[in-house]
Every structure is written in C-alpha cells, then in structure tokens.
C-alpha cells in the first residue's frame, strides 16, 4: 500500500492551492483519512480529517479556509486550501487509517510530504 502526495507548491498570501494524496496497492476499505502539516521548528499538527462517510474535522487555525474531500472510488484525499497565509507555510503529510486485502486489522499510513509555502 502506497499514498502519494501532490501539490506542492510556492504561492503568495491570499492565494489559493490544492493538494491531493492517492492511496495504491490492494485496499480493502480505507476509513479516516487526515491531512497533517509540520512547520519547522515546530510539532506537527492535525489539519483536517474526514471519514469514510463524509464527516469533516478541522483544526481551529484553518476553519473557513480549507476544505478537506475525498474521493471514495479513487481513494483520493484533497486539501483545498484558501485565502493562505504564511504561517500556513509547512510539510504537509497526507494519512489513510486503512485494510489491506487480506489483513485482519486497520492500519495507518503515511505520504511523503509535500512543501508549501506561503509568501507575505
């Protein structure tokens, strides 16, 4: 099972970008999927997550501004992110709480992170 980050990306504040994250390989049911960002120096944090049936969750930094969606037959998890501010500026890590084919328990998974970065 593999979860593959796009959307990196250098925008100016305001501005707008998306990022997707697919997950691959022989998946039985993926449940919540999150997004997590770390800034340096800084603890990585939850962003946004959503389940397998549409309920969003976001942190209190980014409410109003970022939409978390999914789609459930591309096993796709996408953060659309808006009105950006520089303090937005991180490693974004995309997560997918999931089966395999085959396995008897959920597991979570990780993608490589992709940089954005946000200019005042």
């Known amino acids: 099972v593999q979860l593959q980050a796009f959307g990196e990306g250098l925008v100016q504040a305001g501005g707008s970008l998306r990022l997707s994250c697919a997950a691959s390989g022989s998946i039985r049911a993926i449940y919540t999927m999150r997004w997590y960002r770390q800034a340096p120096g800084k603890q990585r944090e939850l962003v946004a997550a959503?389940?397998?049936?549409?309920?969003?969750n976001y942190a209190d930094s980014v409410k109003g501004r970022f939409i978390i969606s999914r789609d459930n037959n591309k096993n796709t998890v996408y953060l659309e992110m808006n009105s950006l501010k520089p303090e937005d500026t991180a490693v974004y890590h995309c997560?997918?709480?999931?089966?395999?084919?085959?396995?008897?328990?959920?597991?979570?998974?990780w993608g490589q992170g992709t940089l954005v970065t946000v200019s005042s």
């Open positions: 997560n997918a709480f999931l089966t395999f084919t085959g396995a008897s328990y959920a597991s979570h998974y």
């Open positions: 959503i389940t397998s049936s549409g309920i969003r």
